[in-house]
């Protein structure tokens, strides 16, 4: 039996406009649902408080329970969620299929946290106990993105959950389906009591709305910094909690000891994957100037031996852009790069949605696709001749994500990464990473730090409160 039934995707019926969900590669039409309007968050936010009291209470075991069964059920109906990733978001099936494994891993690690210690005893002056214990936040607002729907939902969804919390998730309307009702379809079935989750699927309004509810204390949002900046001023006037997971323009470093052989696919990977639609995509190339022309030319074979198409109906590399408005952001991209003297080695050209795998040379700080995050198939490649020069070109970005730092040397690797501020760092490898056991963030204009993972979750998802306890009353001097 199919765990997603078109019918009943949406067990509230939702008072904003139908909106068709369609596949990217095809523009046909996959399904109608129905988006959140303000007031329709205002009611689920109600609902959740009221179920959320009741969660708290249940006892650890039965919360992991649930999440453990999610995890399973992930694997379970693998099949058809991934025809679902590939299909709305244009995925090709193994990115699918990694999706669909840290999903659940997302879960079991989730279901760990419910059973984690919850404080500690504390010293005191007085004659008492006392302690601090980690209580549920509340209801926590989910705002997740189209790119990696299912990852960017999960990994905030199920460790809310597990540590007793309710939770509104809005995910974005073009991947409605297997960003949000997909994991509201496998907690249900794995016995998670309704009104804990509510899927909201809605434009500015309905996120808006999300964050100004007074039922909602904390907010996870995944998105661009544009609209985080947004989220997080918000969220400050109305003195709640902002987990800010942003953009980037992540570096890769290519040293002089590298060897061209191993990172050319391992450079193609990190600009190429998802059609560069990955918040920790390569977004620059800075390549040892002794490597400079043989990487552009193999970098650039290797983009124009990628094949793209439909990830449903074919074998391709990569699948479509998202969307008309994402394509014309990137191509413009690289065009006012093109105008500014960068030469487009590779690719530079899209048929319908599916855009070339692109590599730009030449480019320097007036290149805007060198500059800016492109969110889409495009590697700059730039040369260095120093160690410094390199540190100061990867750190001289608004963005702190990923940084990757390829040499045969891993200690110099190390010591290079020391000096470029990032929330992650990966040596001989590319920027593009991602474990369920691992915390995940950026600095600056990448966002407020760390969060996913582990000990994060516990702060990002419960509030620390002190209890002390006296046998007897307490005497004052009046």
């Known amino acids: ?58 006892p650890h075991f ?27 978001s244009g995925s ?65 969804v199920a460790p809310a959950l597990a540590l007793g919390n309710a939770v509104l998730l809005k995910p974005d309307p073009r991947t409605a389906v297997c960003g949000g009702l997909s994991l509201a379809a496998v907690l249900a079935a794995a016995g998670l009591p309704q009104d804990l989750l509510h899927v909201l699927p809605g434009g500015p309004d ?28 918000a969220a400050g006037r109305h003195l709640k909690r902002a987990h800010l997971e942003l953009g980037g323009n992540s570096a890769m470093i290519v040293l002089e000891d590298a060897d061209l052989d191993a990172v050319i696919s391992t450079a193609a990977w990190g600009s190429f994957f998802h059609q560069g639609q990955i918040c920790m995509t390569t977004g620059r190339h800075l390549v040892h100037a002794s490597l400079y022309d043989e990487y552009v030319e193999r970098l650039a074979a290797k983009a124009d031996s990628l094949a793209v198409g439909d990830p449903y109906r074919d074998h391709v590399h990569l699948g479509p852009i998202i969307d008309a408005g994402q394509l014309a952001k990137i191509s413009g991209l690289v065009e006012s790069s093109r105008a500014a003297g960068a030469k487009i080695a590779a690719g530079g ?59 045969r040397d891993t200690a110099r690797g190390l010591d290079l990464a020391e000096r470029i501020p990032t929330g992650i760092v990966h040596i001989n490898d590319q920027t593009v990473n991602d474990e369920a056991v691992a915390p995940f963030g950026g600095v600056a204009a990448s966002g407020t730090g760390a969060r996913f993972g582990g000990e994060a979750n516990l702060e990002a998802f419960t509030e620390l409160r002190w209890t002390t306890v006296r046998g007897d009353v307490a005497p004052y001097p009046f």
């Open 1 to 58: 039996m199919p765990l997603l039934d078109t019918r009943t995707w949406q067990p509230y019926a939702l008072a904003g406009p139908g909106y068709t969900v369609t596949e990217p590669a095809t523009g046909q039409a996959l399904g109608t649902l129905a988006l959140a309007t303000p007031e329709d968050v205002g009611a689920a936010a109600g609902r959740a408080a009221a179920a959320q009291r009741e969660w708290a209470r249940a």
């Open 206 to 233: 309905a996120g808006q709305a999300l964050v100004s509810d007074p039922r909602v204390p904390v907010i996870s949002f995944t998105g661009s910094t544009a609209a985080g900046r947004a989220v997080g001023e």
């Open 62 to 88: 039965a919360r992991a329970a649930v999440l453990r069964k999610a995890g399973d059920l992930f694997t379970a109906h693998a099949a058809e969620l991934r025809e679902w990733i590939v299909r709305e």
């Open 349 to 407: 050209t899209h048929d319908r949605l599916f855009y070339r795998p692109t590599v730009l040379a030449h480019v320097d700080d007036h290149t805007p696709a060198y500059t800016e995050e492109v969110f889409g198939p495009v590697a700059p490649v730039r040369p260095f001749t120093t160690t410094d020069e390199a540190a100061a070109l990867a750190a001289q970005s608004p963005y702190g994500l990923s940084l990757g730092v390829v040499t």
């Open 92 to 156: 090709v099936p193994g990115k699918a299929d990694f999706e669909l494994h840290v999903a659940a891993q997302e879960c079991y690690e989730a279901a760990a946290l419910a059973s984690r210690p919850a404080g500690q005893v504390l010293p005191s002056e007085a004659p008492r106990l006392s302690y601090t214990r980690r209580v549920p936040a509340g209801v926590v607002g989910v705002i997740s993105p189209f790119n990696a729907p299912l990852i960017l939902s999960i990994r905030s």
